[in-house]
């Protein structure tokens, strides 16, 4: 067994019983005893031990050493990602935040000081991604959120006066198509899930909306049959393994909380997915039954017939499977919680409704997210307008009867259709013209009535019946 010494602070590597070789280093301070702390790491073989120690070396250099004069950007980057994020984001946004920052800002600013970053050449940073590598404008988006609250904190150290990433135009997020199936392929997919072993989930999914990570994290536990509720406290999603260097080639498992608060919920259940859930239950029986010894009640509702959970990949070609018996298109597993947000507001579900059962952040983002739904509801809803303009329509031409009296001085012109509507007049066509004039005026500020036909007319001996077209 050897061990290769170096000089004073500085790290050893050493060649354990088991044949491994382990790394010891000089790092930080262990504020339980207010000394310097000792840490260790391993390697199977001594050359990838050496390269390890050089690499926790250099870690530990940069993040001790920040000097706003030489620091370089990319350096700042995996300091503030190790130190101020590591404990604070779930797996799977460290996973993208290490994305960022090792697949786009490390090649394309390699050497750059962070106190040389502008603004200028951020905005020709984010163009060139979206014009030449064909970037989306939410991984954009995304993107530059993480930058911004790296050089966030950069500033309140007083490492940069400024942050750059206030200064950018980001380009216009265009809102994605999202897939939704017909109520016909919604009906046949659910006829032939019936078929299936795990048919169940694909018709608790279209009853509750739920993700595919949160419907794998499922537990027993989770659903109360007496409230008739699912509860959703976790997800279970694979995941890029996170080691010293920060993300890795390999995945793991992750169980985890939620990522956010609303998407820790409760969901009513409809009587029907109830009954079929306790026969799935009654499956699960009979494969511990089959399996024996080598079963394990691991407490999830989704498993394999070892008792195990089932993982993101497996479960989606169990659904492939389903989809391609059904007949259907392509249709990806997140289009079954789209379909049933959109039957919801088909049937009249409120938004405010809608988003909770989601777990969405916020009512807008729903509105803003099934506009498409809310857009046909609103001819179906303006229909009920209709009654109140359903209105005879005022014809172009109207003939009002006009019973004329001859009087010692001329005509009376009585319009029978408007009360109180009388003329005399010394002439007669002066009087039609004042008595049509008068008609006209008042129609104005009424709804036409109907002219008396001549039939029902009463004129007296004398009297004669004229019509004035309005």
Same mark, same amino acid.
């Given at each position: 067994m050897g061990k290769t010494r170096r000089g004073h602070n500085e790290g050893s590597i050493r060649e354990r019983k088991d044949g491994r070789f382990e790394v010891r280093v000089t790092a930080g301070t262990d504020f339980e005893t207010g000394k310097s702390k000792r840490i260790s790491y391993y390697a199977n073989t001594k050359a990838e031990a050496v390269k390890l120690l050089h690499e926790v070396e250099y870690h530990i250099h940069i993040s001790?050493?920040?000097?706003?004069?030489?620091?370089?950007?990319?350096?700042?980057?995996?300091?503030?990602?190790?130190?101020?994020?590591?404990?604070?984001?779930?797996? =799977?946004?460290?996973?993208? /935040?290490?994305?960022? +920052?090792?697949?786009? !800002? #490390?090649?394309?600013?390699?050497?750059?000081? &962070?106190?040389?970053?502008?603004?200028?050449?951020?905005?020709?940073?984010?163009?060139?991604?979206?014009?030449?590598?064909?970037?989306?404008?939410?991984?954009?988006?995304?993107?530059?959120?993480?930058?911004?609250?790296?050089?966030?904190?950069?500033?309140?150290?007083?490492?940069?006066?400024?942050?750059?990433?206030?200064?950018?135009?980001?380009?216009?997020?265009?809102?994605?198509?999202?897939?939704?199936?017909?109520?016909?392929?919604?009906?046949?997919?659910?006829?032939? =899930?019936?078929?299936?072993? /795990?048919?169940?989930? +694909?018709?608790?999914? !279209? #009853?509750?909306?739920?993700?595919?990570?949160? &419907?794998l994290g499922l537990r027993w536990e989770d659903i109360d049959v007496r409230k008739n509720m699912l509860h959703i406290r976790r997800t279970l999603n694979r995941l890029p393994k996170i080691d010293y260097n920060g993300i890795g080639n390999s995945t793991e498992i992750v169980i985890q909380e939620p990522k956010t608060k609303n998407s820790t919920r409760s969901i009513p259940l409809m009587q029907v997915i109830i009954r079929e859930l306790q026969q799935w239950r009654n499956v699960q029986l009979s494969d511990a039954r089959t399996a024996g010894a080598v079963h394990t009640d691991s407490g999830f509702i989704v498993t394999n017939p070892l008792g195990g959970y089932i993982e993101p990949r497996t479960f989606k070609d169990y659904y492939d499977e389903i989809l391609e018996a059904s007949g259907l298109g392509h249709y990806t597993f997140h289009a079954l919680r789209h379909t049933f947000a959109t039957r919801a507001l088909e049937q009249g579900m409120d938004a405010k409704t809608l988003s909770t059962l989601l777990g969405h952040y916020s009512v807008a983002f729903t509105l803003d997210t099934y506009t498409h739904v809310l857009d046909s509801q609103k001819h179906e809803e303006m229909k009920l307008m209709e009654n109140l303009f359903n209105m005879p329509a005022m014809p172009q031409h109207q003939s009002y009867p006009v019973i004329v009296t001859p009087a010692p001085n001329g005509f009376i012109l009585n319009a029978v259709d408007f009360d109180e509507l009388k003329i005399e007049a010394d002439n007669i066509n002066y009087g039609i013209n004042c008595i049509q004039s008068a008609i006209a005026q008042k129609l104005l500020n009424i709804y036409p009535p109907s002219p008396t036909p001549n039939s029902e007319l009463v004129v007296s001996i004398g009297e004669f019946v004229v019509m004035v077209n309005i």
């Open positions: 001790e050493m920040v000097d706003p004069t030489s620091t370089k950007l990319i350096d700042w980057l995996k300091i503030w990602l190790e130190t101020y994020m590591r404990n604070s984001l779930k797996q =799977s946004t460290y996973t993208s /935040y290490s994305g960022y +920052i090792n697949n786009h !800002l #490390a090649p394309a600013f390699p050497t750059l000081k &962070l106190k040389d970053l502008t603004a200028k050449l951020l905005q020709e940073f984010y163009n060139y991604k979206l014009t030449e590598e064909g970037l989306s404008p939410k991984t954009i988006a995304n993107l530059h959120r993480c930058l911004h609250k790296a050089l966030k904190q950069a500033v309140l150290e007083h490492h940069i006066n400024f942050n750059p990433c206030d200064a950018v135009n980001l380009p216009r997020n265009e809102k994605p198509q999202i897939e939704i199936l017909t109520r016909e392929e919604q009906e046949r997919l659910m006829f032939i =899930s019936y078929n299936f072993r /795990y048919g169940i989930f +694909i018709r608790l999914t !279209l #009853a509750t909306g739920i993700r595919l990570g949160e &419907l």
